[in-house]
């Protein structure tokens, strides 16, 4: 995918389909035909030669669907943070680990 940035544009060329099919996904999520545009807010951080990806969340986009580790259990009671979309949760000691938006999510110390 080739990105580029003019001042205050960004534009995104696919350079394959799948890049295609990827790019139409992210801008039926973010076009809103009625002017409800959703906004793209950037995550983390993203240092060249450090990080390989940058990681954006779109306002307004619920997150995905909580599953719960099969293997980490809660060390203490906690407040679990998914860093993706924003979700919390409280988990009693023992109990199994949050899994959200695809990643382990973490806690709020």
């Not at 000691?93 to 949050?98: C, L």
Request: glycine share 6%; aromatic share 8%; charged share 25%.
């Amino acid at each position: 995918m080739k990105i580029s940035v003019d001042r205050n544009v960004v534009e995104i060329t696919p350079e394959s389909e799948q890049e295609t099919a990827s790019l139409d996904v992210l801008w039926k999520i973010v076009i809103d035909c009625y002017g409800n545009n959703k906004k793209l807010v950037p995550m983390g951080q993203f240092v060249p030669g450090i990080d390989n990806l940058a990681r954006f969340n779109i306002e307004g986009v619920q997150g995905g669907a909580t599953i719960y580790s099969e293997d980490k259990k809660a060390p203490a009671d906690n407040t679990y943070w998914c860093s993706t979309c924003n979700k919390y949760m409280k988990v009693k000691v023992n109990d199994a680990i949050p899994l959200c938006c695809g990643r382990d999510m973490e806690t709020i110390e």
